[in-house]
Structure formats: structure tokens, C-alpha cells
């Protein structure tokens, strides 16, 4: 069960619930791969309804990764996504606001 306070996402991955939270360690890697000056920009990007599959698959990943899922973006082009890729975007946009939430605003 993912727990909102921590910041923490449920995604359903073939049928089976996983924990997605993003981490310092998994942002720094989500500048890295996305190569975006900040990750304000990657907001902005989603506030905006701008972003690109590759960015709502560079933060699934990030969050699996940083719920303590141990795969790749490379082993998520087999998985069956519970909701599709709307609810991955939704996924993606939900763990980018509870990694920028004050405790106190959750």
C-alpha cells in the first residue's frame, strides 16, 4: 500500500501493485536521462500538459526505483500498465508533486 505522506505512488505492473516514490537519488538520475536544466522545467512541463512519453516513462522508472524496484526502462515496454498509459502520465505527474510537497500540504 503506497503511502501519500511519504510520497509515496501506486502503479499496478501486470496485475501486481508496486510502491513508486521519488528519491534525491532518483531525481538526480531523472536530470540525468531527461537532460533538463532543472527538474522546475520538468514541472512546468507537466503543469502544462507538455511532456513527452519518454518524460512519463523516465519518472515511472524513477519512482519504481526509487520504491526499491530493481528493472529498467527497457523492462517496462513488456508490462501490461493497470489504467494504460493515461494513468502511467497520471502516475508520472502524481509523483513529481508529492516529491515537491511540504509535509504539511499533504
Known sequence: MANPYAGEV?????GRTH?????LGTLAELEATLEVGSLMELVERFETRAFTTRDVLALVV???????WQG?????????????????ARVAAELLAR??????ER
Do not use: H, N, W
Not at 516529491?99 to 504539511?104: G, I, R
Open 19 to 23: 510502491v513508486a516514490k521519488l528519491t
Open 99 to 104: 516529491a515537491f510537497q511540504l509535509p504539511e
Open 72 to 88: 529498467s526502462a527497457a523492462d517496462l515496454r513488456t508490462v501490461s500498465i493497470g489504467g494504460g498509459p493515461v494513468e502511467a
Open 62 to 68: 524513477a519512482g519504481l526505483r526509487g520504491g526499491g
Open 10 to 14: 501506486a502503479i499496478v505492473l501486470d
